[in-house]
T-cell receptor, first 112, second 111 residues
Framework: IAGITQAPTSQILAAGRRMTLRCTQD?????MYWYRQDLGLGLRLIHY???????GKGEVPDGYSVSRANTDDFPLTLASAVPSQTSVYFC???????????FGQGTRLTVV | GDSVTQMEGPVTLSEEAFLTINCTYT??????LFWYVQYPGEGLQLLLK?????DKGSNKGFEATYRKETTSFHLEKGSVQVSDSAVYFC??????????FGKGTSLLVTP
């Protein structure tokens, strides 16, 4: 089934550890995004990529990095996790930057 | 910058009641507008969309009309079901930018 796959589904991570959240889409969408969802704050954009080889910063990029080596994959890396990065992370993609986005099932990350 | 404001929840309704969830926006230009739904433990799903003024998006009995004069995109459903219990997000997208979401409105429908 076509769509977006995120891994892992959930993770408990010690503070200071490095972690990469994986995101793969098989829809050949050009644009991909990472959001975090926190209670009372809705979804906030972390980083985005309008096409393979390019990335940009969103609303809350500090402490996170991304890469877009090919069309399908858009990993999100926490270089040194902190408790404030405890959240649910959603990857999304769209055909282009002007159309609706499709979302993965999310990764629940707890930093302790 | 662009922003979306939704009515705060939670909203609790009895089955078959009429639903309205208010959404207003601030944006330059002519954004596209969306409603997404998130069921418990799941990701967001596109519910409906409208790409220009006076467009009406509809899906699964839900409707919303893009009102440029009032900068609104209110979500409505004539008769809600228990299965509609979820969190609803209003969002806008200006050309070339990522989706900008409201904070979400939780809906609980009781039998």
């Amino acid at each position: 089934i076509a769509g977006i796959t995120q891994a892992p589904t959930s993770q408990i991570l010690a503070a200071g550890r490095r972690m990469t959240l994986r995101c793969t889409q098989d829809m050949r969408h050009n644009a991909m995004y990472w959001y975090r969802q926190d209670l009372g704050l809705g979804l906030r954009l972390i980083h985005y990529s309008n096409t393979a080889g390019t990335t940009g910063k969103g609303e809350v990029p500090d402490g996170y990095s991304v890469s877009r080596a090919n069309t399908d994959d858009f990993p999100l890396t926490l270089a040194s996790a902190v408790p404030s990065q405890t959240s649910v992370y959603f990857c999304a993609s769209s055909i282009d930057p002007n159309t609706e986005a499709f979302f993965g099932q999310g990764t629940r990350l707890t930093v302790v | 910058g662009d922003s979306v404001t939704q009515m705060e929840g939670p909203v609790t309704l009895s089955e078959e009641a009429f639903l309205t969830i208010n959404c207003t926006y601030t944006a330059t230009g002519y954004p596209s507008l969306f409603w997404y739904v998130q069921y418990p433990g799941e990701g967001l799903q596109l519910l409906l969309k409208a790409t220009k003024a006076d467009d009406k998006g509809s899906n699964k009995g839900f409707e919303a009309t893009y009102r440029k004069e009032t900068t609104s995109f209110h979500l409505e459903k004539g008769s809600v079901q228990v299965s509609d219990s979820a969190v609803y997000f209003c969002a806008l997208r200006n050309s070339g930018y990522a989706l900008n979401f409201g904070k979400g409105t939780s809906l609980l429908v009781t039998p």
